[in-house]
């Protein structure tokens, strides 16, 4: 079993580019179903969850390579199969929006639930209602899902979460369908302006992504495109929370710092010197890190609960309490067992956990238990006395192109053996 050890205690300092955003390619590839034409997806990292989108886009029978390093070139002409095997279907979350796309296209859907993240119940009742809504019928028998639709038809969704893949997955519903759909409540994350965009370069007409009402106008034909998917925000979150943490002097390129607002407020109330201009972010941070007081993850533009084990790590050596209030997932505190084992002082009631300070962290040996729970422990480790050996990469593999690689190329004493 493969590991990251880390030698803790070295500031972090030097330039990295932010990889292309895991969580806007892969609805983007499954919304290439729609196209009739070839499109070729840039700025693609590489990662597991990719690689299990092409697999699922090869099993329709579509074509999909990577034909040349960070694009994925996709021609979805040839798809003939509507279903996705349960194996495939339960290595990623995100599978479940190739719903939408597959039922749109063929007329007929038949899936198992998704996987992904253990982060307490991950319902998809609101996917189904919408589709519902829309015209589908679907059955759910033994973990799987059976779909049909002659021609789904727009209508007004409300959503009663503004759910990102709920949003998603209608979206790609509506893009061919007959009339025009109203999404209301819809999630407001840059991945949902980012699939909005990609939609309109391949002939859609979709309006409003980034506000909580997205209007999808259905069209008959759809073609081909390039598209340059977005930085990936919790990818920057991740190096930022890594410098309050270790200190030193990291510049980020390739970012869009408008999208990691809350993060960057948080991360300057902890000592973090973060500056921002064009597509730049520069941290430096030369003192101890300092509590970040309350912080409550909310959907975009609130504190993201992806980066909330990512400052976590960074609060367990800052001076003080910080206090951790979980409002979107009922679990998502995985990482704190493996924190504790490190020498943190957490404690955790429900969905708040407690942060208080500690001098040091020590290395050990821990396992990553979901993706950003495992890239915290790792950050944890750049900080703490001694080697820490990280295993379970397969979580981390899955969202972080090369982490270790990127952390080498900031100084750190990483290896993967
Ligand atoms: N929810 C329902 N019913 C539904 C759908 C969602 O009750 O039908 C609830 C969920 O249980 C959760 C809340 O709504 O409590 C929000 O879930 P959402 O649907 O927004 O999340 P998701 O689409 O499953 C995406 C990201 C997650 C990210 C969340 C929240 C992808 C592939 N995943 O998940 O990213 O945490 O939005 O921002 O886009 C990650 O990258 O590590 C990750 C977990």
Redesign the pocket.
């Known amino acids: 079993m493969s590991a990251i050890y880390i030698t803790g205690g070295k500031p972090l300092s030097g330039s990295v580019r932010v990889q292309g955003a ?2 806007s390619v ?1 609805p983007i590839l499954a919304a290439t179903l729609l196209s009739g034409g070839p499109c070729v997806i840039r700025n693609c990292p590489d990662l597991l969850d990719v690689d299990t989108s092409v697999r699922i886009l090869r099993r329709l029978g579509c074509r999909a390579d990577r034909e040349e390093p960070g694009a994925v070139s996709v021609n979805a002409a040839g798809m003939d199969r509507f279903e996705i095997p349960e194996t495939l279907m339960r290595e ?3 599978s479940v929006v190739f719903l939408g796309a597959i039922l749109s296209r063929a007329g007929e859907a038949v899936l198992s639930y998704p996987g ?2 253990d ?1 307490g ?7 189904i209602a919408a589709l519902r809504q829309m015209g589908a019928e679907i059955r759910e028998e033994g973990g799987f899902l059976y779909c049909k639709a002659q021609r789904l038809t727009g209508c007004d969704i409300h959503l009663g ?6 949003t998603e997955n209608v979206m790609l519903a509506a893009a061919r369908a007959r009339g025009t759909t109203r999404i209301y409540n819809a ?1 407001r ?1 840059p ?1 949902i302006e980012d699939l909005q965009n990609f939609l309109n370069a391949i002939g859609g007409r979709v309006a409003g992504a980034g506000s909580s009402t997205v209007t999808v106008e259905g069209a008959r034909h759809l073609g081909g495109a390039e598209h340059a998917v977005i930085a990936d925000r ?1 990818v920057a979150a991740t190096l930022l929370a890594a410098v309050t943490l270790t200190g030193g002097d990291v510049r980020l390129t390739g970012a869009r710092p408008g999208d990691l607002d809350t993060v960057i407020s948080v991360l300057a109330k902890a000592g973090c010197g973060i500056t921002s201009g064009g597509t730049e972010i520069r941290a430096k941070r030369d003192r101890a890190p300092r509590s970040m007081g309350r912080i409550c993850t909310m ?2 533009p609130g504190f ?3 980066a909330q084990a990512l400052v976590m790590a960074a609060a367990c050596r800052a001076e003080g309490v910080t206090m951790f209030s979980e409002r ?3 679990s998502r505190y995985g990482h704190v067992g493996e924190l504790l084992r490190m020498g943190a002082d957490i404690q955790v009631e429900g969905r708040v956990a407690v942060v208080r300070g500690v001098a040091k962290l020590y290395g050990t040996r821990v396992c990553a238990t ?3 729970g495992g890239a915290a422990l790792a950050v944890a480790g750049l900080a703490a006395e001694g080697e820490t050996v990280l295993s379970g990469l397969t979580h981390i593999d899955r ?1 972080y192109e090369r982490f270790e690689d990127t952390l080498k190329t900031l100084g750190a004493d990483v290896k993967r053996m």
């Open positions: 895991k969580n892969l990623m979350r995100s992904g993240c982060l119940p991950r319902p998809i009742d609101l996917h979460t503004p759910s990102v893949g709920a999630a994350e991945e919790i959907p975009h993201p609960t992806d979107i997932f009922e979901d993706l950003r969202g």
